[in-house]
């Protein structure tokens, strides 16, 4: 089991930045796929991005595209998400996840507490 640990969410105005990490624990991470998800107000946990095993691959929801970067080190066992040109809807709790693909579509298993982002306008 992959126990994870998020930082880095805050307040940011609308057009800004913010970098996520989440570190984790245990010899197995570098063999898993590792995603990026998020949950608003009221609103289901939603799929944001995944990066395969090496990082030599990456996929977005069409909602992040272009302005979402996802990546990973090995290395240092931590999975980053940098996010540019931040917009209001992108308020959420962002949670790191072990992640599968099943039926086309990628899902959480192991995940962390997640950690609070806010996009003002």
């Not at 624990?25 to 990066?51: L, N």
């Not at 072990?98 to 990628?106: A, E, P, R, Y």
Request: glycine share 12%.
């Amino acid at each position: 089991q992959v126990q994870l640990v998020e930082s880095g969410g805050g307040l940011v105005q609308a057009g800004g930045s913010l970098r996520l990490s989440c570190a984790a624990s245990g010899r197995t991470f570098s063999s898993y796929a590792m995603g990026w998800f998020r949950q608003a107000p009221g609103k289901e946990r939603e799929f944001v991005a995944v990066t395969t095993w090496s990082g030599a691959n990456t996929y977005y929801a069409d909602s992040v595209k272009g302005r979402f970067t996802i990546s990973r080190d090995n290395a240092k066992n931590t999975v980053y998400l940098q996010m540019n040109s931040l917009k209001p809807e992108d308020t959420a709790v962002y949670y790191c996840a072990t992640t599968n693909l099943m039926s086309g579509l990628w899902y959480g298993d192991s995940w962390g507490q997640g950690t609070q982002v806010t996009v003002s306008s």
